[in-house]
């Protein structure tokens, strides 16, 4: 089967490659993958190296909302395409919402359309469960029928797009799959999200910012369990459904701030309350009975083996964040900081 992977270069994307391939190329079956990334500040082609040699990988430097590109791509005899391109910081979404719409909702109409017109077998869309917006403390998790109720400009892009390809499905029948996973943690992930930028800067014993109270919960999964998910969707997953996919690991921020400091014996002195994310979601959790039910998967994953895990990766891995931290990213970083401190 020949996969187009979009956003290959990132987080998710290259775990999933990573996963796909297998150690020493023994593929999780017979794939041949090739990876579209236009190499955002987020996409690295450091967290593919290793494959440079494997005759199944290919990478395709380029955007997914340049129609012709994608075309001349499909063209090659596609059977499926996983897209994971976007942009995926809600923080960033809030300096800069129109390369959220340009990627995320224009982006995924491009792919669509090519899709439909080269007749592609399947089309799986990752989402996040943030399109559901913010769940009350005690209420139960988020399900594939929750109303849609996105609060940043983030969830929203990625909103817009599950209903395009909704829509595709409804229109022409055409056979696309979404998935709605929770927060993702693990190897190869940019340090502006929650768990890398706390691990990396308590590495280099610099503040830990907490937003607001720091009560907000996520439900945290490993992202191999989510590529699993995603493996398992593709295999089994039925056209014209959405999986809600999550990892059993609901805590709160200050949770998840106190474990890393543990687990690297770092003082809680570190820990500097900053003023709250505009929009803040208060809790995410979701109900990932379907995708068990029907597709047999669960994760497996314990939240705190799977960032002991994380944290030793980021130990062995002091280059690759170290070069990220110091290059282009240092100063939208210090910026968005300072505008934090109260
Ligand atoms: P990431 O930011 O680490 O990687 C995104 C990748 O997409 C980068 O390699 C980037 O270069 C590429 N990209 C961006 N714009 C592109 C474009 N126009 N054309 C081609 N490539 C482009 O993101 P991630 O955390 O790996 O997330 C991957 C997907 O999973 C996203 O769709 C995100 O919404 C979704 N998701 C993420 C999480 C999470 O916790 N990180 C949870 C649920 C869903
Ligand atoms: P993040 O990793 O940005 O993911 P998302 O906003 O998509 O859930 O943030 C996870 C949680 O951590 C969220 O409640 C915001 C909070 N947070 C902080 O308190 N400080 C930070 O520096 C960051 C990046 C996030």
Not at 57 to 67: A, E, L, Q, R, W
Request: hydrophobic share 35%; proline share 5%.
């Amino acid at each position: 089967m020949k996969i187009l992977v979009t956003g290959g270069a990132g987080f998710i994307g290259s775990n999933f490659i990573h996963f796909l391939i297998g150690p020493d190329n023994t593929f999780q079956g017979d794939f041949e993958i090739l990876n579209l990334d236009k190499l955002t500040y987020a996409g690295n082609l450091e967290n593919l190296a290793d494959l440079s040699q494997s005759k199944n990988y290919h990478f395709v430097k380029g955007d997914i909302c340049d129609g012709k590109l994608v075309e001349s791509l499909l063209q090659s005899g596609v059977d499926a395409i996983i897209n994971f391109a976007a942009e995926s910081h809600v923080d960033r979404s809030l300096y800069e919402p129109d390369l959220f719409i340009q990627t995320n909702v224009v982006g995924v109409q491009v792919l669509l359309q090519a899709a439909l017109r080269h007749r592609i077998k399947k089309f799986i869309q990752i989402s996040t469960d943030e399109v559901y917006g913010s769940l009350p403390p005690d209420a139960p998790g988020f399900r594939e029928d929750t109303q849609l109720s996105p609060n940043s400009p983030y969830s929203a892009s990625k909103a817009a797009a599950d209903l395009l390809v909704r829509s595709y499905f409804k229109t022409y029948g055409f056979p696309a799959i979404i998935t709605r996973c929770s927060n993702n943690y693990g190897p190869f992930q940019f340090p502006e999200k929650l768990i890398p930028l706390f691990i990396t800067n308590a590495l280099e014993d610099k503040p830990l910012p907490v937003y607001g109270d720091g009560l907000n919960v996520r439900d945290w999964i490993h992202v191999e369990d989510h590529c699993r998910a995603i493996l398992a969707v593709l295999e089994k997953g039925k056209e014209g459904e959405i999986y809600n996919i999550g990892g059993d690991g609901e805590r709160t921020n200050l949770e998840i701030t106190e474990t890393i400091l543990d687990v690297l014996g770092k003082p809680k002195s570190l820990m500097r309350y900053v003023t709250d994310r505009p929009g803040h979601d208060r809790r995410y959790a979701v109900d990932f009975s379907k995708i068990q039910r029907e597709l047999g998967w669960s994760p497996a994953y314990p939240l705190k083996e799977g960032l002991a895990q994380t944290v030793q990766w980021y130990l062995r891995h002091d280059e690759w964040w170290r070069r990220i931290k110091s290059g282009a990213y240092r100063d939208f970083y210090q910026k968005h900081y300072q505008e934090r401190l109260p």
